[in-house]
């Protein structure tokens, strides 16, 4: 089963900028759709980006995010990417980067996420 590690995450400002990075090893990274999830605490895990497998694989972003973030991947370095813009104060939260073979899974529907990693937070505030 892959393993998963998240970094890059941070405090900034209103409209500033993090990228997030996930770095997997364990598995065969070119196999698994990857995506991004963020969590407040008392609050539903939330996804906000995939992307499927192969050299280009399909994205999904959630509305909240879409024209913001990109998700993209670095097949021959095992990495995951979450490029995060405009930053907003709502974007606060724990960001899991997570793994499931072959298919992507909903967004809506975290549990269907096999492999999850330890997360990473980013904090937006003035």
């Known amino acids: 089963q892959v393993q998963l590690l998240e970094s890059g995450g941070g405090s900034v400002q209103p409209g500033g900028s993090l990228r997030l990075s996930c770095a997997a090893s364990?598995?065969?990274?070119?196999?698994?759709?990857m995506g991004w999830f963020r969590q407040v605490p008392g609050k539903e895990r939330e996804g906000v980006a995939l992307?499927?497998?192969?050299?280009?694989?399909?994205?999904s972003y959630a509305d909240s995010v879409k024209g913001r973030f990109t998700i993209s991947k670095d097949n021959a370095k095992d990495t995951l990417y979450l490029q995060m813009n405009s930053l907003k104060p709502e974007d606060t939260a724990m960001y899991y980067c997570?793994?499931?073979?072959?298919?992507?899974?909903?967004?809506?529907?975290?549990?269907?996420?096999?492999?999850w990693g330890q997360g990473t937070q980013v904090t937006v505030s003035s």
């Open positions: 997570a793994a499931v073979q072959w298919f992507c899974r909903p967004l809506r529907v975290a549990s269907q996420w096999n492999s």
């Open positions: 992307i499927g497998i192969g050299n280009n694989g399909i994205t």
């Open positions: 364990g598995g065969t990274f070119s196999t698994y759709c």
